[in-house]
T-cell receptor, first 115, second 114 residues
Framework: DAGVIQSPRHEVTEMGQEVTLRCKPI?????LFWYRQTMMRGLELLIY????????DSGMPEDRFSAKMPNASFSTLKIQPSEPRDSAVYFC?????????????FGEGSRLTVL | GESVGLHLPTLSVQEGDNSIINCAYS??????FIWYKQESGKGPQFIID?????DKRQGQRVTVLLNKTVKHLSLQIAATQPGDSAVYFC?????????????FGRGTQLTVWP
């Protein structure tokens, strides 16, 4: 079975550019989470969706960050404009049951470097 | 519910020895806990979970112990192998109120020496 699929795996961009990260959750999973990982702050939850509806976006650092989930099989995380401090690994994860904590299945991550 | 931490940031063990990774949590309402393993360049992978109505749960070479009195969680790895070298995270949830959210600790780096 295919796991959570993220793209791109690596992105290097210049400050001020728009960055779009993409995620395809596991088919049949009803919750989707976006995390950011840095050495300094560890794994931070940015936003999560239950049944395609954003539940908690309090972790989104600034208005420069936005996330969408137009359907059950696709989500995007957009940073516009990007800044060097946004450099991190961004993980997408999905969970089978919406609203109930359980095993999160993580993608391989998107490593973002903003110069 | 967001204060999940680890006693030791790094742990080095010799191959074949047993490893114990500890985790403290602060939310007494947390009733579900998970351990994840993250290898370099990869996403976290599920190892084992435990609900608060249990004190101990065993998997293949791994055991999770939960002490609710002192809000402490540990992961024991038997006969540690080089392939166990990774960062290990504990995560907690109060399933009654957090709508599916897991709170992650900072992680412990386990290094296994041959």
């Amino acid at each position: 079975d295919a796991g959570v699929i993220q793209s791109p795996r690596h992105e290097v961009t210049e400050m001020g550019q728009e960055v779009t990260l993409r995620c395809k959750p596991i088919s049949g999973h009803n919750s989707l989470f976006w995390y950011r990982q840095t050495m300094m702050r560890g794994l931070e939850l940015l936003i999560y969706f239950n049944n395609n509806v954003p539940i908690d976006d309090s972790g989104m650092p600034e208005d420069r960050f936005s996330a969408k989930m137009p359907n059950a099989s696709f989500s995007t995380l957009k940073i516009q404009p990007s800044e060097p401090r946004d450099s991190a690994v961004y993980f997408c994860a999905s969970n089978r049951r919406a609203g109930v904590a359980g095993e999160l299945f993580f993608g391989e991550g998107s490593r973002l470097t903003v110069l | 519910g967001e204060s999940v931490g680890l006693h030791l940031p790094t742990l080095s063990v010799q191959e074949g020895d047993n490893s114990i990774i500890n985790c403290a949590y602060s939310n007494s309402a947390s009733d579900y806990f998970i351990w994840y393993k993250q290898e370099s360049g990869k996403g976290p992978q599920f190892i084992i979970d435990i609900r608060s109505n249990m004190d101990k749960r065993q998997g293949q070479r791994v055991t999770v112990l939960l002490n609710k009195t002192v809000k402490h969680l540990s992961l024991q790895i038997a006969a540690t192998q080089p392939g166990d070298s990774a960062v290990y995270f504990c995560a907690e949830s109060d399933r009654g109120s957090t709508l599916g959210r897991l709170y992650f600790g900072r992680g412990t780096q386990l290094t296994v020496w041959p």
